[in-house]
DNA sequence: ACCTGAACACCGTTCAAGT
DNA sequence: ACCTGAACACCGTTCAAGT
């Protein structure tokens, strides 16, 4: 079967899948990524995948080894949005922006957070954001250790905010603040009061919004870090 | 429905079945946490599962609503794993073992972090330690909002390490040395200059273990919140 | 009340075959 | 070089039926 398409070929050849450019990684992992975004995760099957860019499932194994290997792909593609720390920068102020851009693209991939531990094999936008940040610290004035205990921290601080805040069923606007209504409705307050007075009185009032606690904690860290180079600074001067 | 169960009962019930516990919910959760923990959570099933069990996969359904309620149930049977807080120690002490002990469990269940922020119906063991965690805060003096703040930042931090820790390719021990040592030879130095230098100069070092940051960033952040904490209370005092 | 068998609508991936 | 159709070995979940 198959055969009975052959005949003759035109001498100029039509384009094969017309106004469509051709398949090739850097869309696969574009649409893929959309995929994520508009129907979560979960949704994301090579099969779904293939139906978006109009081809059969198996076209997609000739520009992504396996689904491990797309997702590596996409996570890879996400750390290419993260605004990079500039170098004319203190340190403080070049990584306060990079911790805020990192928040904000795990906020426009939710799906991504829960991605990034199993992606063992990381690609090249992946190691330069390190490398970035890592030279953001020494160019600081953070010693080599200093330095790996800084970028464990911070990132830590950063992707962990990041996690609790998805895991939230609260977090601002009205149905939330009507949907954190019910749930101290059925929170039984001889059991839990500690959890029944921060819902009670404060995520119930009118202005919280779980998001700006990320400044908060993230001055806490950089504010910490500071203290912690300046201390050894001294003690090594 | 259900009345034809009446009639007689006999005087003395025969084991339905034999030698083998009845299924219940608990049985159900603690052999899905083994099998993840044994074959990793994407190898768990509900096939394998009922497999395990000596049951149809379909007989899971009657202990469990579905594959996310299952999954939301071995959560909050791991948060039943870890150490509350005791209320006869300080704040700082108290708190320092519980995140000990959060990042005990999460070692010992490597697939529970990236399932927690899906898990969005806590249970009641899950409730029940974040009660205690608020109630340790404010019985050591923190006012609600710095409470809040304190939570934020200090659990960010806390399931961020662990997070982080679980996407290292390299952590301790000599095979991981060995694997760091290739990663070495394939990075290329000109490119990422101090991803190479962390490398080479403190990865490789004879001693080093990933593990022991969590300390450093754990105290960094107990020591950040204290002093948080002291001086909104001068200011109010 | 609890368990099962068959079925449905899906998965990721392989392989040989097509152009 | 890239794409496809058929097939394999799986999924979660439903439903009617059994005891």
């Known amino acids: 079967m198959g055969s009975e398409e052959r ?14 450019e051709r398949l090739n990684r850097a869309r696969v992992l574009e649409t893929a990524i959309r995929l994520a975004d508009e129907d979560g995760i979960e949704k994301l099957s090579m099969r779904r995948l293939g139906d978006e860019l109009g ?17 590596n792909g996409m996570i890879d593609a996400l750390y290419g949005e993260i605004d990079l720390p500039v170098h004319d920068e203190s340190w403080k102020t070049a990584l306060r922006k990079r911790s805020v851009s ?15 531990d199993s ?11 390190h490398d970035r940040v890592l030279g953001t610290f020494r160019n600081g004035g953070f010693s080599l250790a200093m330095t790996a205990h800084a970028f464990s921290a911070l990132d830590s601080y950063v992707y962990g905010f990041a996690k609790q805040e998805k895991a939230l069923p609260f977090d601002s606007g009205e149905e939330a603040a009507a949907m954190a209504h019910v749930m ?28 700006e606690e990320f400044a908060f904690g993230l001055e806490l860290v950089l504010d910490a870090l500071e203290r912690a180079k300046d201390s050894t600074a001294e003690g090594k001067a």
């Open 7 to 20: 005949g003759e070929m035109p001498a100029r050849r039509v384009q094969r899948t017309e106004g469509r």
């Open 55 to 71: 081809v059969e499932a198996m076209s997609l194994y000739n520009h992504v080894s396996n689904k491990e290997d797309l997702l």
């Open 102 to 116: 990192v928040r904000a693209v795990l906020l426009r991939h939710p799906w991504a957070n829960g991605l990034m």
């Open 119 to 129: 992606a063992t094999h990381a690609g090249p936008s992946t190691m330069r954001h």
């Open 184 to 211: 101290l409705g059925q929170l039984p307050a001889g059991e839990y009061p500690y959890l029944h007075e921060l819902m009670a009185k404060h995520v119930l009032r009118p202005g919280y919004s779980y998001a």
